[in-house]
């Protein structure tokens, strides 16, 4: 059974940073794909940012494309979101996922986190 517990997320003010964390056991990232995504209230969830378990390249949505950065630590078995420049339109939970076909227009994934919230503030 894959689990996938989030953390870091927070109130912050429009242009500052925050860094989210999620932690797999059950199956380790090095053996998977994984990412981000976003639940902003009242809107459908969206991706963000994926990492190939293979060669680790990444994918960003254009809406967070040179301000977030995903990586991954394969000795914690754990996936970073670095977020920067952040904006009010950035507020949502944030849900870690693994388990998909990595790309811009990903695919449903087959395992989800519990969600952290991200708030920012004007």
């Known amino acids: 059974q894959v689990q996938l517990v989030e953390s870091g997320g927070g109130l912050v003010q429009a242009g500052g940073s925050l860094t989210l964390s999620c932690a797999a056991s059950?199956?380790?990232?090095?053996?998977?794909?994984s990412g981000w995504f976003r639940q902003a209230p009242g809107k459908e969830r969206e991706f963000v940012a994926a990492?190939?378990?293979?060669?680790?390249?990444?994918y960003y949505a254009d809406s967070v494309k040179g301000r977030f950065t995903i990586s991954r630590d394969n000795a914690k078995n754990t996936v970073y979101l670095q977020m920067n420049s952040l904006k009010p339109e950035d507020t949502a939970v944030y849900y870690c996922?693994?388990?998909?076909?990595?790309?811009?227009?990903?695919?449903?994934?087959?395992?989800w986190g519990q969600g952290t919230q991200v708030a920012v503030s004007s």
């Open positions: 059950g199956r380790p990232f090095s053996t998977v794909n």
């Open positions: 996922a693994s388990g998909f076909a990595a790309s811009t227009t990903p695919t449903t994934p087959a395992y």
């Open positions: 990492i190939t378990w293979n060669t680790g390249r990444t």
